[in-house]
């Protein structure tokens, strides 16, 4: 599966969320989204998701966050994903993609994977949420410093790092 490359246009896509709405790609026009595959119990997905959370009420009103779900897995219900955000008070759209399809067009294979997308939904930084999952003070934090770059209209300092986390499970065909 090719993934989306770095400065190609974002596909569209509308999907449900956990809060009953319907979330395009579209209602998000000229503004930065970061578009994350994620699932509700890979470890590295619980370890970046406060990181994540914190990032999205830091950006909220400037960027938007989209978070996700392509998992055909137990433990990934739309009713699992209602408990985690319930459980973690998480402030971002978490959503799901039932078909798969979102998951296919961006080229997505792992949880959690990063796709920055500046304001014109082309996509400026793909990969991890920060480089160390274990080392929150430590880490380099490479979507913020995406989000500032796509806020400022200019491109990341890092463009591209390693998705890391669990594999998506895809759908038996």
Known sequence: M???AIGAKAP???LPGVDGSVHALSDYENTPVAVIFSCCHC???IAWEGRINELAADYAGRAAVL???ANDHIGDRLSDMQERVDDQKLV?????DETQDVARSFGAS???EVFMLGRSHTLIYHGAPDS???DPGGAVPHL???MDAALEGRPPPIPDTPAVGCTIKWRAA
């Open 12 to 14: 569209r896509f509308s």
């Open 43 to 45: 470890p590295y997905v």
């Open 2 to 4: 090719k993934r989306l």
């Open 132 to 134: 160390s999952y274990q």
């Open 144 to 146: 913020r410093q995406a």
């Open 110 to 112: 792992r949880t959690p």
């Open 67 to 69: 978070v996700i779900n």
């Open 92 to 96: 971002y759209p978490f959503l799901r």
